[in-house]
């Protein structure tokens, strides 16, 4: 029962259903900027290094978003840890669409691409917090699907920028309509998310974890920073291929503008796939095995494009890039918030260490593009995927898990009785090592 002025508790499907929508538009986010970078880099006439450059102002808004989100999620909640990053996002698309097609010059978009940053890095914390609790209490692998949604988004947004591409559609035309739409759209969505706050243990949890544990203290220990390995060699293989898969196209394999957007669409396409696939995979095999599995098909798909000369033989290993580095991020997040006492900040701790992929990896990747071509500079990113499967380990089950609902995990008092949907089974993590 509701009194006047509260908002009504959300039964854990509508929480799910309004987590996907936001992964989605925060994935149609990031793809309408990603579509974009040949325009940009045709309005600014810059050099493969330049534009390295350029998307470090993206990355260092994003890690100022994720090293701040631990501590809105923590006290305001993830509802309104996205309805803030749905300001920032709209405001940083809007204004980086108009000092692209305005010529405001290089520090103008770096500024924008801060601003948008910070909100991407905050969504990002805020929706997996959220996510990562409605898949506790939903019972069942979902964070995956989640991430699947986010793929989803920047599909449509790849495919929406290579057709802008194509018929030449004014760049600030398209970010404010995308940016604006977006953030309304979000901030409608939050209105079905649960209190992520009130999810705590109960006493009687006996597990060894002392608390409270600082939001600082959590960085010492030693699961954080090898799940952060994994999120970090995963996070690379992803953000790589976001940030140059297609002038890597345009400039190693000779394809046109649109046709390099295009190609992003399919690796895109790849990465929804292995998300939708991968949560049955998980439940039955187990998050390390699956995680070794995709290193190896990274690896591979990655060497195809880089040392093939065949445009076809190099979109096949697009496609088994993607499905490589599809379920690295959503395991490492899983495995991240499996404590939901300590959820928030080390689920920010482990994406920040993630996205030091997108800070240093474009200028890095950039840089060495210059000296011998962008398709060898993506060598670089090999060190990274072998790294994050040997660390896989460090993302295995708890091997005792809380059920939903039980009595023993206090729940979240807004949620009607049986809202968990998955109370009754029993754990499976024994099967999972």
């Known amino acids: 029962m509701t009194t006047a002025g509260t908002r009504p508790a959300p039964t854990t499907r509508a929480w799910r259903n309004a987590v996907f929508v936001v992964f989605t538009l925060s994935g149609l986010d990031i793809a309408t900027w990603l ?63 108009i000092a692209v097609t305005m010529d405001w010059g290089f520090a103008a978009i770096w500024i924008c691409l801060i601003a ?66 977006t953030s309304l759209a979000m901030l409608v969505a939050i209105r079905w998310f649960g209190e992520d706050r009130h999810v705590e243990p109960e006493p009687t949890d006996t597990s060894p974890v002392a608390l409270p ?127 939901p006492r300590t959820a928030a900040a080390k689920v920010s701790a482990v994406a920040t260490i993630g996205y030091v992929a997108f800070l240093a990896g474009p200028p890095i990747i950039g840089f060495a593009g210059e000296h011998v071509g962008l398709l060898n500079g993506l060598l670089i990113v090999f060190v990274f995927i072998i790294a994050a499967g040997l660390a896989s380990g460090a993302a295995r089950e708890r091997t005792a898990t809380t059920r939903p609902g039980d009595g023993r995990t206090g729940g979240d008092p807004g949620l009607p009785a049986g809202a968990a949907g998955g109370a009754d089974r029993t754990d499976t993590a024994d099967r999972r090592r």
Do not use: Y
Not at 51 to 80: D, E, P, Q, Y
Not at 306 to 324: E, K, Q, T
């Open 35 to 97: 579509g974009r970078v040949p325009s940009v880099r045709d309005s600014l006439d810059a050099s493969t290094f330049t534009m390295g450059l350029l998307v470090l102002g993206m990355s260092v808004g994003s890690i100022a978003g994720l090293t701040f989100a631990g501590h809105i999620v923590a006290r305001l909640g993830a509802r309104r840890g996205v309805l803030v990053a749905a300001a920032c996002l709209a405001l940083g698309m809007v204004a980086a669409g």
């Open 213 to 339: 544990v600082s939001r600082w203290a959590i960085w010492k220990q030693p699961s954080t920073l090898l799940i952060g390995v994994v999120v970090l060699g995963m996070a690379l293989a992803e953000g790589s291929a976001n940030d140059w898969l297609p002038l890597a196209m345009i400039d190693g394999h000779g394809l046109a503008n649109d046709g390099g957007s295009a190609v992003l669409a399919v690796f895109l396409a790849a990465m929804t796939v292995g998300r939708v696939a991968g949560s049955p995979l998980i439940d039955r095999f187990g998050r390390v095995p699956v995680l070794r599995a995709s290193a190896v098909v990274a690896v591979v798909g990655l060497g195809m494009l880089i040392f093939v000369p065949n445009v076809p033989i190099a979109i096949v290993g697009v496609v088994l890039w993607g499905l490589g580095a599809s379920l690295g991020f959503p395991m490492g997040m899983s495995a991240a918030a499996d404590d």
């Open 116 to 181: 948008f940053g910070f909100g991407n890095g905050l969504c990002d914390v805020s929706m997996n917090v959220s996510g990562a609790t409605a898949e506790r209490l939903g019972g069942r692998t979902i964070m995956p699907l989640f991430h699947a949604a986010f793929s989803v988004g920047t599909l449509a947004g790849a495919g929406i920028g290579a057709l802008a591409e194509r018929f030449e559609v004014p760049v600030a035309l398209h970010f404010v309509v995308v940016g604006v739409l």
